[in-house]
């Protein structure tokens, strides 16, 4: 299994800011996601990200308001813009090797966003 | 659009005993994957256990287990000898791609 980290753990942003969380992994994978959990609901995938191609968004999810890069084999940002009340969630990166269907997900510590 | 349904919000068992959580999914494929995971107060998402639809055999990784009936489309976990630090959300996965999707959840306490 891969070790994630991310960063910020926690932050408390004001509306109308923006907030990029980062996402490390120590080994070289294909395919990173990146969900939120909103409080006290189930995980939802905002988007998937490839290593040099441009990130496949989820349908309610637009790259204007969560731009992800996607530099390198072992990191990710995705970046929450202009922000709301309702984004304050978890954000979670994960990573699978991309070997093919089915592949194990193994999740970062997640980044908890509070928005006022 | 493939669902993930956990009936039961929370559950609770006293430790040592037996509680078994489950799941209901509905798809028209005929191979994906179904996981469970943990996920304590600190948030971290543990993949707890995790089985191949292709395999009748259902899956076990030492106190965890499923009872895995691809027909019904269901997809129980079992915990057994459970522990206080199994207290946490459940969460249900189902994947036929590269990600996944999860169900609401089942919150398990554990009494002394």
């Known amino acids: 299994s891969a070790v994630i980290s991310q960063k910020p753990s926690r932050d408390i942003c004001q509306r109308g800011t923006s907030l990029t969380i980062q996402c490390q992994v120590d080994?070289?994978?294909?395919?990173m996601f990146w969900y939120r959990q909103q409080p006290g609901q189930s995980l939802t995938l905002i988007a998937t990200a490839n290593q040099g191609s441009e990130a496949t968004y989820e349908s309610g999810f637009v790259i204007d308001k969560f731009p992800i890069s996607r530099p390198n084999l072992t990191f990710s940002t995705l970046t929450v813009s202009n922000m709301s009340p309702e984004d304050s969630s978890i954000y979670l990166c994960?990573?699978?090797?991309?070997?093919?269907?089915?592949?194990?997900?193994?999740f970062g510590p997640g980044t908890r966003l509070l928005v006022l | 659009a493939q669902t993930v349904t956990q009936s039961q919000p929370e559950m609770s068992v006293q430790e040592a005993e037996t509680v078994t959580l489950s799941c209901t999914y509905d798809t028209s494929e005929s191979d994906y994957y179904l996981f469970w995971y943990k996920q304590p107060p600190s948030r971290q998402m543990i993949l707890v256990i995790r089985q191949e639809a292709y395999k009748q055999q259902n899956a076990t990784e030492n106190r965890f287990s499923v009872n895995f009936q691809k027909a019904a489309k269901s997809f129980s976990l079992k915990i057994s000898d459970s522990q206080l630090g199994d207290a946490a959300m459940y969460f249900c996965a189902y994947g036929a791609g590269y990600a996944l999707n999860f169900g609401k959840g089942t919150s398990l306490l554990v009494t002394p």
């Open positions: 080994s070289q994978v294909t395919m």
């Open positions: 994960s990573v699978g090797g991309g070997r093919g269907l089915g592949e194990t997900q193994y």
